[in-house]
């Protein structure tokens, strides 16, 4: 009767911690992390910006820029601190690992990946490693996209491959110390690859499809123009079994399915996806039976949706359109019928868009693709619900920095102590070697 | 999609099916026994600095909502290597390397003052369970399970012994050990990559609590790390079915 009941207690214990852990996910925002990460739950302090070099502006780097984020503070707003890598490499994509120590940031363009201190000073990152053996470990991925925690190691999606830069991929898993694990390649009935999420609590992880190098690299108005080109996008999502990595089911969703948000309350057994070829909202559901379906809930324009963000309650999608800069705001309570509530013209362009974990704050930048962009001015610009709307807080210039890609929050809370285990020359992130 | 996997998961969803509804009926019980113990308790995880909201999503039925793939249809590659570290078990030394010997080994790193409800007490009871299940499986000569003080400071043996009591611990099969040293201590969090930060009040006094990610570590017979689970995903089955895939395998973690 005892062991019962402990079993019993250790199932509800369980169920605290997966239901508050379901709400503890990061990539772009705080709504959509990593599980397995601890989140910003109150006013987030900083922004940190993964930042595209631009030739001829200031070093012509990319960089890890931090906005200060807190009303209160003097300089509200404004860039605080900016950390530059040697180099020009894509930027596009950046994830904390499951500590929130650490941050690790990748470039499509040579798949370098850069990991960051974020805790000994969270104003000021600090480059501690540089991988530059992704292709290699990986067996000839290339691209790395999505960088989502589990456990001791950072889970990567990646774009392409080195053979001829398709969009065949795959997986690949790292130790925190920077140690490669594994690579999982795609199934060959649906090759490519972009983004990656995992839900705890049903064992099921998504990943979504976009295109190769050979495409993400090319300018945009060019490619556009090539029906062949444009015939190599993704168009499919795959069911996998999380803990034992392999795929279960295949869905077929036309237009390349990018940005994977799993819905966030503990009954929700749902996720919504965009596809930016055929501009539609999508929730990818769990059937009775315990297969997964789609089922297309909003036509968003002819503006290629990007980014997505998800309120903590699930009950609204943020989705961030390039072509026409708009934010969009879709009313999910049904999941199956997405409402438009409210949209902001943002700007001649738009791509991240990131709430915070209260639901009260949504940040935005601009910058998709280097090859893609168009002649703009470049900016993160931060906005918050006033009566039912969206109202402009403040708009961060990065015309002299760069272009501005994906968004991380930052909190003073997680700052560590200065022991000697926190010293870079110490740290094991700093010890491991980069093959 | 290859029609194998996905009748396999068909399958598994209808034996997910005809459990649910005794497992509901469980979990209902449970629910109401958690809430009523953790309500007085604080959470002391980090990057919180308002009311945690956390508390709105403790509502409905949680249950792991799928069965754990079958022991040795996957694989569990090795994410790092641990060097051996001598620690105090009640007051003696003994080396970790003497302890796992030959054996799989379960290790958690827990302090006894932790109050955070999905931290060591999730970590201590999930152990407490794989324990009856490693003994009614007849593992309890092939596993050993080791429970880690992150403040060797406090716990002292005396205090460890009575927390241990307190878990029906099975002396033979499951440990609490105190590292010699803070130092000590330190070396092997690094090595385990298990942070661990003091959590100081306004006027940046210590307060006796510490802000961990909750990791329980799963170590082959050489001492490597081959799955971390975390809150969440800490589900003793999928603990016993990885022991299991370890044993039964060729243990070569692909590298």
Not at chain 1, 398 to 425: E, L
Request: with cysteine; aromatic share 10%; glycine share 8%.
């Amino acid at each position: 009767m005892t062991t019962r009941l402990g079993h019993f207690v250790l199932i509800g214990l369980l169920w605290l911690s997966a239901t508050a852990l379901a709400t503890r996910p990061v990539t772009a925002d705080e709504t959509c992390q990593s599980p397995f990460l601890p989140k910003v739950t109150g006013q987030e302090d900083y922004v940190y910006v993964w930042t595209l070099g631009i030739a001829g502006v200031g070093d012509g780097n990319d960089s890890l820029v931090t906005v200060d984020a807190h009303p209160t503070s003097k300089t509200y707003g404004q860039i605080i601190h900016r950390i530059a890598v040697p180099g020009r490499h894509e930027a596009h994509h950046a994830g904390f690992t499951d500590d929130r120590r650490y941050l690790w940031a990748g470039g499509l363009d040579d798949s370098y990946i850069f990991v960051f201190d974020v805790g000994l000073d969270p104003a000021r990152p600090r480059l501690i490693k540089t991988i530059t053996s992704f292709v290699k470990d990986t067996g000839g991925l290339v691209g790395p996209h999505t960088f989502y925690a589990l456990p001791g190691r950072m889970l990567i999606s990646a774009l392409s491959n080195a053979q001829d830069n398709s969009g065949r991929t795959g997986l690949a898993e790292y130790a925190n110390d920077g140690k490669f694990i594994r690579a999982i390649w795609m199934p060959k009935e649906a090759p490519y690859g972009y983004d990656v999420r995992v839900n705890v609590n049903l064992n099921r992880m998504l990943t979504s499809s976009f295109t190769g190098k050979r495409n993400y690299m090319r300018p945009f108005g060019e490619l556009s123009k090539d029906a062949e080109a444009m015939k190599a996008f993704g168009d499919s999502i795959v069911v996998w079994d999380f803990h034992s990595r392999k795929p279960l089911q295949i869905l077929r969703v036309p237009g390349a399915p990018l940005e994977l948000r799993w819905a966030l309350l503990p009954h929700h057994y749902y996720a919504f996806t965009g596809t930016a070829l055929t501009h539609q909202l999508v929730v990818i559901y769990r059937k009775e039976d315990g297969t997964w379906a789609t089922k297309n809930i909003a036509d968003t324009g002819e503006n290629i949706p990007v980014d997505l963000s998800l309120a903590p309650d699930d009950s609204k999608v943020y989705v961030n359109s390039f072509l026409d800069g708009t934010l969009r705001v879709y009313d999910v309570s049904n999941p199956f019928e997405g409402k438009l509530i409210e949209q902001v013209k943002l700007g001649e362009m738009a791509n991240m868009v990131s709430e915070s974990w209260d639901g009260a704050r949504v940040y935005a930048t601009n910058s998709l693709l280097s090859q893609w962009d168009k002649r703009s001015d470049y900016w993160l610009k931060a906005y918050a619900w006033e009566n039912g709307k969206l109202v402009p807080k403040f708009t961060t210039d990065f015309n002299a920095v760069g272009r501005p890609h994906i968004m991380n929050f930052g909190s003073k809370t997680m700052r560590v102590a200065s022991h000697p285990r926190s010293h870079p020359a110490r740290s094991p992130a700093a010890h491991a070697s980069t093959r | 999609m290859p029609a194998p996997a996905d009748l396999q998961d068909r399958t598994e969803f209808a034996k997910l099916d005809r459990r649910r509804a005794t497992r509901q009926r469980r979990i209902a019980i449970a629910a109401s026994l958690v809430l009523v113990c953790a309500a007085p308790v604080s959470v002391d995880a980090g990057a919180r600095d308002s009311a945690d909201p956390d508390d709105a999503y403790v509502r409905g039925v949680f249950s792991p909502q799928f069965i754990p793939p079958a022991v040795g249809t996957y694989e569990l590659p090795v994410i790092r290597r641990v060097p051996p570290f001598v620690l105090l078990e009640a007051g003696r030394p003994v080396s970790t390397q003497v302890l796992t010997a030959g054996k799989i080994a379960v290790m958690s790193f827990i302090y006894t003052a932790c109050s955070d409800r999905l931290g060591c007490p999730l970590a201590t009871r999930a152990m407490s369970e794989l324990q009856t299940r490693l003994l009614e499986g007849g593992l309890q000569e092939r596993v050993v399970l080791l429970s880690i003080s992150l403040d060797p400071g406090r716990d002292t043996p005396t205090h460890l012994a009575t927390y241990a009591r307190h878990f029906k611990a099975n002396r033979l099969l499951w440990h609490f050990l105190t590292a010699p040293s803070e130092g000590d201590l330190r070396r092997m969090l690094a090595a385990y990559g298990q942070d661990r930060e003091p959590i100081a009040d306004e006027r940046g006094r210590f307060t006796g609590r510490f802000r961990h990610v909750l990791k329980v570590f799963v170590l082959d017979a050489a001492a490597r790390i081959r799955n971390i689970y975390s809150s969440g995903f800490l589900v003793p089955q999928v603990v016993v079915n990885d022991i299991k895939t370890l044993l039964t395998s060729d243990a070569t973690g692909m590298k």
